[in-house]
């Protein structure tokens, strides 16, 4: 397990358990003010606990008096509650709520890590797999259609109009994303938006509150690659949230190595996502006789029949900057 993953993650966890506490103690001091008859028997319930517990230090608490100390303070609760009803409070304000009963908020169950504290090193893994790509630095805001302007491509069609209206699906999907979504294939040469509409997508997702894993796909398969072959002595399981996060998107498809290993992962990825029906936006430089070259009929073929394809034209926008911050000058 990556520490640093880990540490944060039971952090997060801990913090929750703090939280209840608090909250708790809160609840107890805003009744205690309000109510003096629960101060009087949380008082009195305090004031007995300490005696027995000093009997029981010098062994003078017997079975029976501990049995009927019981009974006291059942009835003492059973009575604050109606003293909380009878005031306006839910009748178990004062118990202790943690996020997860399960746990108490400690992230252990039965000795191995509880299901909550799971999640949480899942969502903190996600999150430093995506502090690299610089979610920040692309949002819809900053895509202007103004490069396509006027351009016409060598088959006739106008840049402007096509890439508007990719701009548009991109917009709604990101919009209306759930986990039923369909998945996206960006197809395109270089330098023509691919990339900054993929993370204009992840961040409005991300913002939704859904896990989203961007990154390079290869970035994504060497991570996987190092710990199938144990070289990660991390105990992160990449593959397994490739695998199973909201929406995953794969940038540059066909940029990896040409291995057995990666094509046979490419696969696994792409065909487990589909058969859970789960949302993957893929991009890619490679056209359609590029990727049957590169890849095997069946991914080539899952890939055209289930996504939804967005050709993008257009000129090379990081030339066109380029040129437009020279001309400035
Ligand atoms: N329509 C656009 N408006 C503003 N900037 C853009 C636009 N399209 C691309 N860019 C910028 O140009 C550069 C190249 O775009 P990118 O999305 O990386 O292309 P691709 O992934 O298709 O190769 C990036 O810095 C990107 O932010
Ligand atoms: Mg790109
Ligand atoms: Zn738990």
Redesign the pocket.
Known sequence: MNEQIFQQALLNVQARRMQAISEHDRRYAEVNAKIPQIAEINSQLAQTGARIFGMMQQGQASEALLDSMRQENLEAQRICKQLLEANGYPADYLDLHYSCEKCSDTGYFGGVYCDCLQKEIAAAAIRKMNESAQLQL?SFD????D?YKGRVTEQGEDCFAVMRRILTACQTYAANFSLESPSLLFL?R???????LSLSIAREVLSKGYDVIYDSIINLLEQVEKEHFGRDKSDLDTLGLLLNVDLLILDDLGTEFNTPFYVSAVYNIINSRLNRGLPTII?TNLDFIGLKKRYEERIVSRLFAVYETMH?IGAD??LL?KKNSKSLI
């Not at 900053?142 to 259609?145: I, T, V, Y």
Request: with cysteine.
């Open positions: 692309c900053q895509f202007s259609l490069y395109g270089t330098g023509l938006g691919k990339t900054h991009s993008f926008i990081r900057k």
